[in-house]
């Protein structure tokens, strides 16, 4: 019986000589003038095809062998041989094809030619079968893997945040409304909407971050993360917005600002250097053919201490800097995604975070400092991408928590079991989201974050 081998195991040196069995799609067929074929199969073990020989001597070559195309999805029976050509060790001499579905020419839209990723786009569901969004796939599939096994190794607890709830974390009001009221026929109390008819009694929302309630966890159990899908109704159509996206989101116990930075750069130099020596073959893809500096950006993350750098001198530095920008820089003003990029690809050349900033740009959890003016917050910026994490310690004074919520509009009554937190055995603690499709557009060096979510809902967008 021939062994069922994935075509990265099958690629490998090691497998010369065994009778296997591979399934997969066809991504191109070559017939010789001495009367066989060369197949080129993937099944997305690998960013590589393994290259199958089959020759005219097989039952049905002309039935089957004769009739693939790119798209054709088959089972190849055959040896696996030391390969005579360039760049691959072995390839499969076939024994058998079966041919399970076919791909019309004519309709199959994935043909040789290389397509736009704007085209792809429109047909996210077909996607995953090029080269590149296959990649892509497989180094998501490893970040994810690699931030559950550096939280688990350093003994944090994985807790599931709800994705529908009735407090706004961020305050910024950008929240997809969940009900089930009628929209044509909404009971009202008055003029307005009576929500204690709806499904939860209350208004509620797809929450746009865990971290009010990972904060339970952490201020009970210590150390916890949670990493959920989280949404945004900001309108912004940018290369690097989603309405949803991925949010990996640690909180600790005991734990300041400084510390907080310390896992956030060991957090973001464990994925980086897991991608490296676990995805090398996707990585030098994206070297070759989407940004030559990728590999050596990801070499540098692993290699450098990032750079601290508190908001009040980054102002000064882009104050003083010759660099057009767009938007004006002052103190008090948030950084926009030209100023996190020229101070990480041009003034530093490296990763920085950013830290105290000023009170009113940030929302209400932050910890206040002693300046009155500024709170306990960073963000880490890296090259290309801009902010990939932000965070910050959080304000543990029942008091002072009670004044930022009303500075920011915010009734307390609503977050009382978020106060109950500081009411009862209250501790220093700190935390950050890392948004995971920045990290992966940051690592693959694609220029949108629509091309790396499998389904991207952005304004106007939810067909697949
Ligand atoms: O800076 P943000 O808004 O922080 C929070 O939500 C905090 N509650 C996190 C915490 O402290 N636990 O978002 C965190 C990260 C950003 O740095 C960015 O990487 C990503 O989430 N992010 C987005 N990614 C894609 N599309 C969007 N619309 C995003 N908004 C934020
Ligand atoms: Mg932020």
């Known amino acids: 019986m021939p062994d069922k081998l994935s075509v990265a195991e099958a690629r490998r040196a090691e497998a010369v000589g065994r009778d296997v069995v591979l399934q997969g799609w066809v991504r191109t067929r070559r017939d010789s003038k001495a009367g066989f074929s060369f197949i080129e199969l993937n099944d997305g073990s690998s960013f590589g095809n393994i290259q199958v020989v089959a020759g005219a001597e097989l039952e049905d070559y002309e039935a089957v062998v004769k009739r693939l195309s790119a798209g054709c999805s088959v089972s190849v029976e055959g040896l696996v041989k030391e390969s005579p050509g360039k760049g691959q060790a072995t390839e499969i001499q076939a024994t058998r094809v079966v041919l399970h579905g076919t791909a019309d020419v004519e309709t199959y839209p994935l ?7 704007e085209f792809l786009r429109t047909i996210a569901h077909l996607r995953p079968r090029t080269n590149t ?19 688990q190794e350093e003994g944090f607890l994985y807790v599931h945040t709800p994705v529908i709830t ?35 009694d209350r208004p509620a929302f797809l929450t746009v971050s ?30 690097r917005h989603l309405a949803e996206f991925w949010m990996i989101e640690p ?98 050349a490296s990763p920085v975070i950013v830290y105290d900033y000023p009170r009113t740009i940030k929302p209400f959890y932050m910890r206040l400092n002693d300046d009155d003016r500024t709170v306990c917050a960073m963000d880490v910026l890296v090259p290309r991408v801009g ?62 974050i629509r091309d790396v979510i499998p389904f991207p809902r952005t304004p106007g967008n939810a067909e697949f």
């Open 251 to 348: 909180e600790m116990a005991f734990c300041d600002l400084a510390g907080n930075m310390d896992l956030a750069e060991r957090l973001l130099k464990r994925i980086c250097g897991d991608v490296l020596t676990k995805c090398p073959e996707d990585m030098e893809f994206f070297n070759l053919r989407i940004d030559k500096t990728v590999i050596e950006t990801l070499q540098q993350i692993v290699d450098v201490e990032f750079i601290r750098l508190p908001y009040t001198e980054a102002v000064e530095i882009l104050k003083g800097c010759s660099e057009k920008f767009e938007f004006a820089v002052e103190w008090g003003v948030d950084l926009q995604s030209e100023h996190e990029r020229y101070l990480t690809e041009k003034h530093f």
């Open 387 to 448: 902010e990939i994490v932000g965070g910050s310690q959080r304000e543990e004074r029942l008091d002072v928590l009670e004044l930022r919520m009303c500075d920011q509009d915010l009734n307390p009554e609503d977050y009382w079991w978020y106060l109950d937190l500081r009411r009862f055995g209250t501790v220093p603690h700190a935390g950050f989201g890392l948004g995971l499709e920045r990290v992966i557009q940051f690592i693959t060096g694609m220029s949108n």
């Open 133 to 151: 969004f296959g990649a892509i796939a497989r180094v998501r599939n490893c970040v994810c893997n690699s931030i559950h096994g550096l939280f």
């Open 210 to 239: 865990g971290q009010l309630e990972a904060e339970t966890f952490a201020c009970g159990l210590g150390k916890a993360y949670t990493f959920g899908p989280t949404f945004r109704a900001e309108n912004s159509n940018t290369a």
């Open 166 to 200: 009735a407090s706004d974390c961020e305050g910024a009001g950008e929240m997809f409304q969940v009900t089930t009221l009628p929209l044509d026929n909404t009971p009202k109390q008055g003029p307005q909407v009576d929500f204690t008819q709806d499904f939860f």
């Open 111 to 117: 043909q040789k030619k290389r397509h736009s990723f």
